[in-house]
């Protein structure tokens, strides 16, 4: 049964709380194919997205790997930024039907998918492109903000999630000190999420119109993204690529990231320009006094368009039963973050 379902087809999934995409991999070499996204917020759960996908398919997988937006962990998920209520793994699988399923944190796949990268999938922000050759991360503003690592080991990348998105924001300048006090006065917390993902920079544009005392208007974070010839539109998008390349330092440091951090997430690909063109590289870099160790670290903005199911099937490359010995699951083990226990 086991070598059935290593050669069978395989589902893999990237769940945010915006869309879910489902795509099918016909075994260990294969690529996602048949990829498909529905709204998360038209289904009660993860179980039901995922049945509705295979429904308009018609496939019976014999295995499937589902990534998720939240955190992971004794036997159970929950979707961060949704309204889905915790659920359990075993609950998912029996319903799908399917003999293998694992369900992990989408950056915990992001970071799975890194070294299978190449230079069509990815924008260089510096001087030089990352190389799987050392510990990796990636940082990802969505509809969330996602945080991951990936260490090498003599027997295979042990990716390391968690919930970085979590952390306080990085601010630096008088302007972004002022954005994050009214942050915390709205918010009760200044965590960078609430800055650095899609409704993040709506709220950065907010604030920055209340500090000149002028009405900001409801934009959304595509529009922020569409008028950056309007003034206020591009300090907003200007300071979102500042914090973020902070932010993305910090990571650096904290993981030893020296092969590079990658860039995922919806926002960034519709402002390339911008990024390249703020100060997020000189912000990566200023870290007094280790100036000289961050500017080696490469950085690079990821366009491929699911890298997810990439690393989704990878983890199923991995844990499946017999599975070569080097590409067995390094994962740590499951743990309750921060996020299962508020």
């Not at 087809?9 to 991999?25: H, I, K, S």
């Not at 590079?260 to 590289?281: C, T």
């Amino acid at each position: 049964m086991s070598g059935a379902i290593r050669d069978g087809v395989w589902l893999v999934a990237d769940v945010g709380g915006t869309n879910a995409r489902f795509a099918l991999v016909d075994g260990p070499d294969g690529a996602p194919s048949d990829v498909g996204s529905l709204p998360t917020r038209d289904y009660p759960g993860l179980a039901e997205a995922a049945a509705a996908y295979l429904e308009g398919t018609g496939a019976r997988p014999s295995a499937a790997c589902l990534a998720v937006a939240g955190p992971v962990g004794g036997g159970t998920y929950r979707l961060t930024n949704a309204g889905w209520p915790r659920g359990a793994v075993e609950a998912v699988r029996a319903h799908l039907g399917v003999p293998h399923l694992d369900v992990i944190n989408d950056f915990e796949a992001l970071a799975l998918a890194l070294p299978r990268l190449g230079g069509r999938d990815l924008v260089v922000v510096g001087d030089r492109a990352p190389a799987a050759d050392a510990a990796l991360a990636v940082v990802g503003p969505g509809t969330g903000l996602g945080v991951a690592g990936l260490v090498p080991t003599p027997s295979g990348w042990v990716p390391v999630p968690g919930e970085g998105g979590q952390v306080d924001v990085p601010a630096a300048t008088g302007r972004e000190m002022e954005v994050t006090r009214l942050l915390r006065a709205e918010k009760g917390a200044a965590t960078a999420e609430y800055l650095l993902s899609g409704a993040g920079l709506a709220r950065v544009h907010r604030y920055l119109a209340a500090l000149d005392g002028e009405p900001a208007g409801e934009l959304t974070a595509q529009q922020i993204c569409e008028r950056r010839d309007d003034p206020r539109c591009d300090e907003a998008l200007r300071m979102f690529c500042a914090l973020l390349g902070s932010l993305a330092g910090n990571v650096a440091l904290t993981l030893g990231a020296r092969g590079g951090v990658y860039l995922g997430g919806g926002i960034l690909p519709r402002i390339v320009d911008v990024l390249h063109d703020s100060a997020f590289r000189a912000r990566f870099e200023g870290k007094p006094p280790v100036e000289d160790y961050m500017r080696a670290i490469p950085t690079a903005l990821i366009v491929h368009p699911g890298p997810a199911l990439v690393g989704a099937a990878v983890r199923l490359a991995q844990s499946l039963p017999d599975a070569p010995p080097d590409a067995r699951p390094h994962a740590l083990p499951d743990a309750p973050s921060a996020m299962e226990t508020a």
